[in-house]
Structure formats: structure tokens, C-alpha cells
């Protein structure tokens, strides 16, 4: 039997991010990670996460953006003098399609309908929206080349801005959707 400690936050948002970044330094500290995805809109939680292991060679960080057009068209939410510090801090900066979100809004628009993708996300949405996100993201680290399939990643995300949530999770190509595991929850809202 293995027994792991899961910290709960007793509401949702970047009020967990300080802390998030405690069990994330934890894990890496106490246990064998390689790879870290950690999701960051404005940039902010990148920067601290970067920050945080600049001088860890041994850690493999990427933060994943909010694609161009997120918020509005011909937008991106993350400045281009945030994204060169997180560069600069030997971090990965990866700003690509969302995967269930994109398709998910484009089909709702269009037919107010329900479709795979929309299940797939609201189904992870039952563990929380930071969850959800940790999948999005390890997956699209893995579609941009950024980190192995099948290894162990720390993955970050959050509700709305900052981190509320961390993961372990086995990563898979977003083709490969079905290989993806949740293996732990480090830390999560209590929703």
C-alpha cells in the first residue's frame, strides 16, 4: 500500500497559487519528476514557476498560454515581455489550440449541440476546472513536442487565473487521448 498526502483548498483560485507551488517543490524534492506543465494565462503563474526552478536543470518546465484569439480575435492575454522572462528563466513557452476548448466553442456556437469534445471536457470538469486543464495541457505539451508520452509530468492549472490544482498525470498525444491517466491529485479545491 502506498499512502500520498492531497491538500484541499477550501475555495477555488489564485489565492492557491503560493501554495500549489509548495506541493509542486515537494513532489520534485521527495519524489522522481522530470517534467512540469503548469498552465498560465496572463503569465503570471509561469513566471513564478520559472522563477521557482530556474536553476533545476534536472526539471523540464513548459507553461502552456491561452491561444491568440482566446479572449477576443487577433488577442493574446500573455505580454511578449512576460513570455521572454519565463524564456529567459530556461522554462518552455508553448501558446497553442486548447483542445476540447476551441472545438467545444465552435460547435456550441454553431449548433448548440453536444459533442465528444464537450463531453470529454465536462466530464473533467466533474474533478474541477483545474483538472481539466492539467489534461488540456499535458496533452498539448506532448502535440508540440515539448515533453516524452508515457512519462510521470507535475501538471498545474487552475479556476480562472493562478493555480488551484495539481496533478500527476501519464502523458499522452491528444491522439492518443484515451493512453492519458490521472495517476494523483496533489492538491485540488474542494468544490
Known sequence: MIERKVYYFEKPGAVNTVDCLAVVKDAIESRVFRHIVVATTGGDTGLLFSETFKDNRDVNLVAITHSYGF?????????????????????????????????????????????????????????????KVCCECVMMAVDAGLIPENQEVVAVAGTGRGADTVTVIKSAASKRFFDLKVLEFLAKPIL
Open 71 to 131: 479572449k477576443e480575435p487577433n488577442t493574446i492575454e500573455i505580454t511578449e515581455a512576460v513570455a521572454a522572462k519565463i524564456r529567459q528563466n530556461g522554462a518552455k513557452l508553448y501558446t497553442g489550440t486548447m483542445i476540447t476548448h476551441s472545438i467545444e466553442t465552435a460547435f456550441a456556437s454553431a449548433h448548440n449541440g453536444l459533442y465528444p469534445t464537450t463531453i470529454v471536457a465536462q466530464t473533467l470538469r466533474r474533478f474541477g476546472e483545474g483538472a
